[in-house]
T-cell receptor, first 116, second 110 residues
């Protein structure tokens, strides 16, 4: 069964460094998302992406964050200058197109980002 | 996005049906009810969704009241692997985001 994959599974970085989290969505999906979950807290939406542009972004997704679909398969989240509070599990998700317009989102296993 | 209310936690015996309630009294006519679950710190997993009719798939059944103000997710024969946090989410569908609440922590006991 097709699945969303994410790399790396765990990333440790120093405060102020740039990180790129990578995702490979399911191949025929058209909508892509990033969410994050700080330890012990709710899953929070960051950004949605469709047709090579951002559809919606949350207040968390400030100028330090960017997303890109550099080729036909990868979907990346970049954090330019990481802060301690960026430490979280980051989940990528994708959605198919459905004639009934009732799409479910398929989530990857997540990347645990630890900022020290 | 309509808000949902779920019990914080529930217990169920293995092999029995687990019934997870959700209130969504402010749901609008074109919003769907989605259920996801999260096992440990894994990525959320889609379970089922519906608009107004009851739905069933290989994982679960979804019962939506006639006024659509509440719903119940039913896991017919719960196993230990069903221990997870279950989220009831109301959404218009893509590209709209999913708004996760605290969910219900379901523990299946042997």
């Amino acid at each position: 069964e097709p699945e969303v994959t994410q790399t790396p599974s765990h990333q440790v970085t120093q405060m102020g460094q740039e990180v790129i989290l990578r995702c490979v969505p399911i191949s025929n999906h058209l909508y892509f998302y990033w969410y994050r979950q700080i330890l012990g807290q709710k899953v929070e939406f960051l950004v949605s992406f469709y047709n090579n542009e951002i559809s919606e972004k949350s207040e968390i997704f400030d100028d330090q964050f960017s997303v890109e679909r550099p080729d036909g398969s990868n979907f990346t989240l970049k954090i330019r200058s990481t802060k301690l509070e960026d430490s979280a599990m980051y989940f990528c998700a994708s959605s198919p197109q459905d004639r009934d317009l009732t799409y479910e989102q398929y989530f990857g296993p997540g990347t645990r980002l630890t900022v020290t | 996005d309509a808000k949902t209310t779920q019990p914080t936690s529930m217990d169920c015996a293995e092999g029995r049906a687990a019934n997870l309630p959700c209130n969504h009294s402010t749901i609008s006519g074109n919003e769907y009810v989605y259920w996801y679950r999260q096992i440990h710190s894994q990525g959320p997993q889609y379970i089922i969704h519906g608009l107004k009719n009851n739905e069933t798939n290989e994982m679960a059944s979804l019962i939506i009241t006639e006024d659509r103000k509440s719903s119940t997710l039913i896991l017919p024969h719960a196993t230990l692997r069903d221990t997870a946090v279950y989220y009831c989410i109301v959404s218009l569908g893509p590209p709209q985001k999913l708004v996760f609440g605290q969910g219900t922590r379901l523990t299946i006991n042997p």
